[in-house]
């Protein structure tokens, strides 16, 4: 007979225990490969959440990737309904991304340096599934490749995504389809340059909120890409906010000047008309 207070759960009969020749959840997840990928380079304790974090947030932005290429074909398709579920998938887990922040604040300067020679060259500045998220955003930068040379297959798989239309071109189009006048040339841009904002697109975001009754799909599409450039920017922000807080002015190992470098990113737009449109409402 079950009691609430002797702190303790009997295993039921129909629970499965026999994997020999069953698939288990380890078998299912390749736990075996996942959990056997943290292998620091010293013998420095706080190496392990270093890597935890990482390793973390390169599978919730394969997750974003995953979910941003589908919002893209989802939008190109007219089919509002799927893009908009993806797009707000996308805000959680850049949300999600940005939590992780707090864990790796308490690293403190003086840990951080006693495992830092040991990343040699390594940075975030190569993470290609987080390059592949700001190129599906519409943050193209063809320059941004190079660091992919080494590894033919990655480097072509993101110069894919760099002259494919990204979420922002394929929206200009939808804007386009729905009789909103957008000029030619930006339409027909090279989609691997850095998208610049336009006049024509401004303006046809301003008659979008001007008239949101009647173009009710295309405003809260809007809307849900203002939430993901809010999410992301914050991601940018604490990035570079911890990075202050752990490294100072040093450089990064990647070789840039640091938080001064990491600063002029949060200056980007991925969607920079419906952030100008406010002002002019
Ligand atoms: C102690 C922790 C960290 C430090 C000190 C740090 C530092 C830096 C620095 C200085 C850069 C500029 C490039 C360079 O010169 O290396 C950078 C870029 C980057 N880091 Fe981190 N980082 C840390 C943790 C993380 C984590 C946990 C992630 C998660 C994936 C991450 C992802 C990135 C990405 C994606 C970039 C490129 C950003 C861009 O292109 O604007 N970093 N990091």
């Excluded at 340096?113 to 998220?133: C, I, M, T």
């Excluded at 943050?139 to 993101?158: G, I, R, Y």
């Excluded at 002259?163 to 389809?177: E, M």
């Amino acid at each position: 007979m079950s009691c609430p207070h002797n702190n303790y759960r009997a295993m039921e009969d129909d629970i499965h225990t026999d994997f020999k020749d069953d698939m288990s959840y380890g078998d299912y997840l390749k736990l075996n490969q996942v959990l056997t990928a943290q292998q620091p380079l010293s013998y420095q304790h706080d190496e392990m959440l270093f890597i935890v974090i990482h390793q973390a947030s390169e599978l919730w932005l394969k997750l974003a990737g995953h979910e941003l290429s589908s919002a893209v074909k989802n939008i190109q398709e007219g089919d509002f309904g799927h893009g908009f579920k993806v797009i707000s998938r996308v805000k959680q887990i850049l949300n999600q991304l940005t939590q992780s922040w707090n864990i790796l604040s308490t690293l403190t300067p003086v840990d951080y340096l006693k495992f830092r020679d040991a990343l040699g060259h390594s940075s975030g500045f190569q993470s290609y599934g987080y390059r592949k998220v700001e190129f599906l955003l519409g943050n193209k930068n063809a320059s941004l490749l190079k660091v992919h040379e080494s590894d033919p297959v990655v480097h072509q798989e993101l110069k894919v995504i760099l002259d494919a239309p990204s979420l922002y071109d394929v929206t200009l189009k939808v804007l386009h389809d729905n009789g909103l006048s957008i000029d030619a040339d930006v339409l027909s841009r090279d989609f691997s340059q850095a998208y610049q904002s336009n006049d024509s697109v401004l303006q046809a975001w301003l008659s979008v909120y001007q008239n949101a009754d009647e173009h009710f799909q295309l405003y809260e599409l809007a809307e849900k890409l203002i939430d993901i450039e809010d999410s992301f920017q914050q991601w940018r922000f604490k990035h570079m906010y911890t990075v202050q807080r752990i490294i100072g002015n040093k450089m990064g190992t990647g070789g840039s000047t640091g938080v001064g470098f990491l600063k002029k990113a949060l200056d980007i737009s991925f969607f920079p008309e419906l952030f100008e449109l406010r002002t002019h409402l």
